[in-house]
Every structure is written in structure tokens, then in C-alpha cells.
């Protein structure tokens, strides 16, 4: 019976983060969870569950696939522990997963596979190679420089990429991924009113609280103007456009 199980988890990794895990998954999660894709962009909400479908995907990769290594790379080491902190939680619920070496930040289990979790610099970054998921937690704000330090990790593997954010702004190689990234990602927005687990009350106190830039971002998944931008984007957009209306009458501009 127990190897049926593992076979059916193995297979199906949202069920093995429903059954296994005891996780209630959002249909997003799910997809996350199960979907072919090699390269994947999450923007959601704060408190949308991201960080908890990267670390049951982190988890199922480890314990199905021996001798794998899941890297976890956020801006700062509080994240990267958190993160991690999030994966050990999951791992806790299965009482038969062997565990022969853990510390703080990374562990190694029985099968060979390994998890490590990392701040966001290139000293600690160089040394890791052949990674089978790669994990971008708070992706808007891991910078372009340790993003591609790290893509090269992936090439001899052919390992998968997983990044998850709220947006920070109209900048940065997750915004550039997200817009101009073409098909080879796919993409999940959840955005607060979304998210079953926000309350339309509590949303609206925010909506009241915050500067409307920092709550759009937070919350509604908008890459907005940063707030050290001299002009907004749509007037940058508007000062380029190829129509522009005459201001003495002419009928065009000439060279």
C-alpha cells in the first residue's frame, strides 16, 4: 500500500502536497504543481501561498528525484532562512523522510538529494553547479547580475526554474521576463481579491493605509512607477508615441 502511494505521489505531485503534506491548494497552486513547464514566473499577492507551493515543489523534487538539488536564492539571508524554514516545515510532516545531514540553511537527505537555501551573492552563489530546481524567492528584487550568475547552473542538468515575487516596479529581469519573456514561461497572477484567504474587509483597510503605489504592488500584482521615478512610465510612453497631435497647425514634423 505505502508503495502504491509513493508511486501515485511521485507521479502527481499535487497530490502528493495534498495527501502527503496535508496542503488545501488553490487551483494555481495545483498547476504549479503538475505543469510541464521548465520556467515559471509567479506574481502573487503577499500571503498568496507562493512561498508555500515553491517549498512543496522543493520538496517533492528532492524526495522523488535522487541525488537532485534544489537551490533556493532570495535578496537577503532572513529570506533565504525563512524560505528554507518554510521547506523544513513541510518536510516535518513526513515522518519516514531521512534526513543525514541539516543545519539552518540547507540539509542532505538519505536518497543523496540535497536543499540549500542562499542570500543573493555572487561569493556564494559561483560555487553550485548542475542544479536541478532553481528557486527565486522575492524574484523583483534578486538582482540582474545573480540572475544570470545563476542561469548557467541549470545547463548541464537542463533544470527547472521557479520564480516568485510581488513586483517591484517597471525594472529588473522578473519584469522584463514577465513582459517581454515570450512563451518559453509561463506565467500565474493572483492578485488579493483573488485569494481566498484575504478578506474583502482587510483589503480595504489596506487600500485606505497604504500609498496607492505600494498597494497596488503589494497587493493587486502591478508593476507600477518605482518611487524614486522622476516621470511616470505612461508619460515616458506618451512622449515617444509616433502620433503626435500639432501645436501650431502643422500637418507633420519634419527631420
Not at 527547472?160 to 517597471?170: F, L, N, R, S, V
Not at 519573456?181 to 481579491?193: I, M, Q, T, Y
Not at 487600500?207 to 518611487?227: G, K, V, W
Request: glycine share 6%.
Amino acid at each position: 500500500m505505502q508503495l502504491a502511494n509513493d508511486l501515485r505521489h511521485g507521479l502527481d505531485a499535487a497530490r502528493f502536497a495534498r495527501e502527503a503534506l496535508d496542503l488545501d491548494l488553490d487551483a494555481w497552486q495545483e498547476t504549479v504543481l503538475t505543469t510541464p513547464s521548465k520556467r515559471l514566473l509567479m506574481n502573487v499577492t503577499r500571503q498568496g501561498g507562493k512561498s508555500t507551493v515553491a517549498a512543496a515543489k522543493g520538496l517533492h523534487r528532492a524526495v522523488f528525484v535522487p541525488g537532485s538539488l534544489v537551490l533556493m536564492v532570495s535578496p537577503s539571508l532572513r529570506q533565504s532562512s525563512e524560505l528554507y524554514r518554510r521547506w523544513r516545515a513541510l518536510a516535518d510532516r513526513l515522518p519516514a523522510l531521512a534526513l543525514v545531514e541539516d543545519t539552518k540553511t540547507s540539509c542532505t537527505l538519505a536518497n543523496g538529494s540535497r536543499v540549500v537555501s542562499l542570500p543573493s551573492t555572487e561569493a556564494t552563489i559561483r560555487g553550485y553547479a548542475s542544479v536541478d530546481l532553481l528557486l527565486f524567492d522575492e524574484a523583483s528584487r534578486v538582482e540582474d547580475a545573480l540572475y544570470g550568475a545563476c542561469r548557467p547552473m541549470v545547463s548541464v542538468s537542463n533544470g527547472d526554474i521557479a520564480a516568485m515575487t510581488t513586483p517591484w516596479g517597471q525594472r529588473g529581469w522578473f519584469w522584463e521576463a514577465w513582459e517581454r519573456g515570450g512563451s518559453r514561461w509561463e506565467r500565474f497572477e493572483v492578485a488579493a481579491p483573488d485569494c481566498p484567504r484575504i478578506s474583502p474587509a482587510f483589503l480595504e483597510e489596506e487600500r485606505q493605509s497604504l500609498p496607492p503605489l505600494f498597494f497596488e504592488s503589494e497587493y493587486l500584482c502591478r508593476f507600477a512607477d518605482t518611487e524614486d521615478s522622476v516621470f511616470r512610465t505612461e508619460d515616458l510612453d506618451k512622449a515617444f508615441n509616433p502620433i503626435v497631435t500639432p501645436l501650431f497647425g502643422a500637418s507633420h514634423v519634419s527631420d
